[in-house]
């Protein structure tokens, strides 16, 4: 068993608050590229990146968007632990993966062609 705590998250009505303006900014902001398609194609894309990074601002400001950062530090703290194996060691098992491959691929290839040779040639009598 592990020794995780369980957390339990209240979402309050200013989280909700939150992820709906950013929900609504990410939507309105991908209305407001279409809806300015007469406008020259700086001032769109201007209006669509302003609209992503307001939308990107709320998300981050509510509880969701730190426990989201939260989880990307501790996997980077995670993978900071991981042994990385040498070059050396890497060639290796790379070298045996491949000749594991070889062996397995002459294996099936052989119960192939024995069970060809004794379904057709022995018991069906077929020679070719």
């Known amino acids: 068993m592990s020794n995780i705590p369980q957390v339990e998250t209240v979402s309050t009505g200013a989280d909700k608050a939150k992820l709906a303006a950013a929900a609504l900014l990410l939507v309105g902001s991908v209305v407001a590229f279409y809806l300015l398609a007469q406008q020259p194609l700086w001032l769109r894309v201007a209006a669509l990146l302003v609209g992503l990074i307001a939308a ?53 290839w052989l ?7 004794v379904l057709y040639d022995l018991v069906l009598g077929w020679k070719r």
């Open 111 to 117: 119960t192939d062609k024995t069970l060809e040779w």
């Open 56 to 108: 990107t601002v709320s998300y981050f400001s509510s509880e969701s968007g730190r426990q989201l950062v939260a989880y990307g530090r501790e996997s980077v703290r995670e993978v900071k632990k991981v042994v990385w194996p040498t070059r050396k060691e890497a060639g290796q098992m790379t070298a045996y993966v491949f000749l594991f491959v070889v062996v397995m691929a002459l294996f099936l």
